[in-house]
């Protein structure tokens, strides 16, 4: 059995932080979020993976290389444009041949990974696996209908959801999947949808079995996801302190410190993650935070917040919540008098100010 990892798309409910960076390299407690996919596929015995990349595949075979970090062997499959997850199955079909395959989206995050999903699909032998979970706001994924707990109808995205169980981003398929991506017409948003492939599956008389979701799954998609994501994992860490913490300083709770980070003069209250290199001076970081390497926060407040590797935040006297900080970034108090906001700010920026 083969894996498949979606990780192409332009990611554009993150911009601008996807306008230079891959939203599938995004870190949750300081780990891209591809790399949960990677290391759910190995440890449900899969070591052939096929990663379908897009515009940022140089940006991911950098960060990924061969697999052997993960004991698995990586192949890179091109699509030249994200025109649907059913199109990146085509576009695989060289690869994954007449395998039975799992289809994880690169962005997802499911608690537990996907080990007993995977026996169950061996085991009940149907043409496709899916997995659902009760969401708020089934407009905004994949919605299945089921009747005596056969699934009847699946639609994407639709405007008047007819249930509330979306489609969890892993599938499970053998060959005659490709039957169907070939045999489907692009959707009104101009893209081969799964959905409407495995509706083809359900038409036609093939078995599509359906699993329930019982524990928390994310589509880190939007900011308030990516942080909520970020929350869960960060709750599932032991206190690890490998870094400096001077006798002034005060850690509480669920705190992993790196090594060669600093904290002086500071309080970090966990769950929270400080990466290597890192110095936090005079400065207090909340809960549900990470923080990456060689940041630099000084006389500053961040909670619930996830700050990327190189920035700095600087004598800011309000705390800062809820935010994605990209790499590199500097938020400072400025200087300048009279007193102004100053920012230089990429386009599809968001700022709140007091």
């Known amino acids: 059995m083969k894996g498949l990892i979606l990780s192409g798309g332009k990611g554009t409910r993150l911009r601008p932080i996807t306008f230079t960076s891959a939203k599938q390299l995004i870190p949750i407690a300081n780990k891209p979020v591809l790399f949960y996919g990677i290391e759910a596929l190995r440890d449900a015995g899969i070591k052939d993976i096929g990663i379908v990349v897009g515009d940022t595949k140089e ?92 699934v009847v109808r699946l639609v994407e995205k639709p405007r008047d959801p007819r249930s509330d169980l979306a489609l969890v981003g892993v599938y499970m398929f053998d060959s005659h999947i490709f039957e169907a991506v070939k045999n489907i017409k692009p959707s009104w948003r101009n893209e081969l949808e799964i959905t409407d492939a495995i509706q083809y599956l359900i038409d036609k008389g093939y078995v599509v079995h359906p699993h329930m979701v019982k524990g928390w799954w994310k589509d880190t998609g939007r900011l308030d996801d990516l942080l909520e994501a970020n929350k869960m994992v960060l709750d599932t860490l032991d206190t690890r302190i490998d870094g400096l913490v001077d006798d002034e300083s005060k850690v509480d709770f669920k705190v992993v410190i790196e090594k060669d980070a600093e904290v002086t003069k500071s309080t970090i209250r966990g769950p929270a993650i400080i990466g290597k290199g890192s110095k936090i001076i005079n400065s207090f970081i909340g809960p549900f935070t990470s923080i990456a390497d060689r940041v630099t926060i000084k006389e500053s407040e961040v909670e619930h917040s996830i700050v990327l590797e190189g920035s700095s935040i600087m004598n800011i006297k309000g705390r800062i919540g809820d935010s994605l900080i990209g790499r590199d970034v500097e938020v400072s108090k400025s200087p300048l008098k009279p007193k102004a906001y100053r920012f230089m700010l990429g386009d599809y920026s968001k700022v709140g100010v007091l």
């Not at 997850?85 to 690169?106: I, N, R, T």
């Not at 999903?117 to 009940?124: A, G, M, R, S």
Request: glycine share 10%; with cysteine; charged share 20%.
């Open 59 to 150: 940006e991911v075979r950098r960060a990924v290389g061969d697999g052997s970090d993960w004991n698995v062997s990586i192949t890179y499959i091109e699509q030249a444009e994200p025109a649907g997850l059913a199109h990146a199955v085509l576009v695989s079909q060289g690869y994954l041949k007449d395998e039975p395959f799992v289809m994880y989206l690169g962005d997802n995050l499911i608690l537990g990974g996907i080990k007993e999903l995977v026996k169950e699909f061996k085991e009940v032998s149907p043409n496709c696996h899916i997995l659902l979970s009760r969401v708020q706001n089934p407009n905004q994924f994949g919605v299945a209908e089921l009747q005596n707990g056969r």
